[in-house]
């Protein structure tokens, strides 16, 4: 599992972990649509019929945490705002945008246990472990060896 619960004094906290910048992105964005779905939930969000689209958020230069809560905040309004679930993104990123190949299923079909309001920056951050860098376990977080791109996100729900 590239996701797993953390603590926090309020709402949901997440610690993701990818290879690469955009694949912890892509993990990250899928942890956050689990986070909110009933295992029953998530299984019958797999047969529902897809749709393809591309996604652009625009990107901070140089600042990727805020990109990643852009990118995040982004998948809460296309849920809400445009009725599109997330399934299923492989991400770019360049200074300009987080781009992302997506699938999408209708959000009106998809039961949701919790909802998310918005992704904080309390606690917000991206480390990149070098190949003999560790970092400790965290919650239900294990240890985890680098090389690896590592997140921690806070949900407000």
């Known amino acids: 599992m590239p996701w797993w619960l953390v603590p926090t004094t309020a709402d949901f906290g997440m610690r993701v972990a990818a290879e690469t910048m955009e694949q912890m992105f892509a993990e990250a964005a899928k942890g956050m649509q689990d986070l909110v779905l009933s295992r029953d939930a998530a299984k019958a969000s797999l047969s529902l019929p897809r749709e393809g689209d591309v996604w652009r958020v625009p990107a901070t230069p140089l600042d ?11 998948l809460i309004y296309q849920a809400e705002g445009e009725g599109r679930w997330l399934v299923d993104a492989e991400v770019a990123i360049d200074h300009e945008a ?17 909802e998310i309001k918005a992704t904080t920056r309390h606690e917000l951050g991206i480390t990149t472990l070098q190949a003999d860098e560790i970092s400790p376990s965290v919650g239900e977080a294990p240890q985890l060896n680098g090389p690896l791109v590592v997140a921690h996100v806070v949900f407000d729900i």
Do not use: I
């Not at 992302?100 to 949701?112: F, G, N, P």
């Open 64 to 74: 990727l945490e805020r990109s990643l809560v852009r990118w995040l905040d982004e």
């Open 98 to 114: 987080v781009h992302a190949v997506v699938e999408w299923v209708d959000a009106e079909s998809v039961l949701r246990d919790v």
